[in-house]
């Protein structure tokens, strides 16, 4: 078992400042949800993360398989209702609705034979088994 963790505190307005080992994320909202625009939303973030994800396991996979990949590149969306999160609807789930993520692959390899990279990326990625499975979450005031 491996453990990782992410340290980080609120900034001015909608702004949060993470440190991610070496790494500074700083996630905002936009101008339009009254944000300042300094960073992706932690929606984007999660979109992003999956991108880099797929990319991650993809150069894991491929190299494993002795398979030459080039590139790969990502168009992720995703929906939900606004209404879920600001708590106007407690009916409405606060969470995505479907995420899509499409997915070009960049290597000589069949169509099939990149649907079946595609599948096997997709079952070995963390965050899509997070985003599927339900992951336990533990939450306490700190002391």
Do not use: W
């Not at 992720?76 to 899509?100: C, H, K, M, N």
């Amino acid at each position: 078992m491996k453990t990782i963790g992410v340290q980080g505190s609120m900034g001015a307005g909608f702004a949060i400042d993470m440190t991610c080992g070496n790494h500074q994320v700083f996630i905002d909202q936009p101008r339009s949800a009254l944000g300042t625009d300094t960073g992706p939303s932690p929606l984007e973030l999660v979109l992003a993360a999956l991108g880099g994800c797929f990319g991650t396991i993809g150069r894991f996979v491929a190299h494993q398989r002795k398979i030459v990949l080039r590139g790969m590149r990502f168009e992720i969306e995703a929906d939900y209702d606004p209404a879920g999160l600001l708590g106007r609807d407690a009916s409405v789930r606060p969470g995505f609705e479907e995420v899509r993520l499409r997915v070009e692959i960049d290597a000589d390899l069949n169509q099939e034979q990149k649907l079946e990279f595609l599948r096997e990326v997709e079952r070995r990625c963390p965050l899509v088994d997070n985003l599927l499975h339900g992951t336990r979450l533990h939450s306490e005031l700190a002391a």
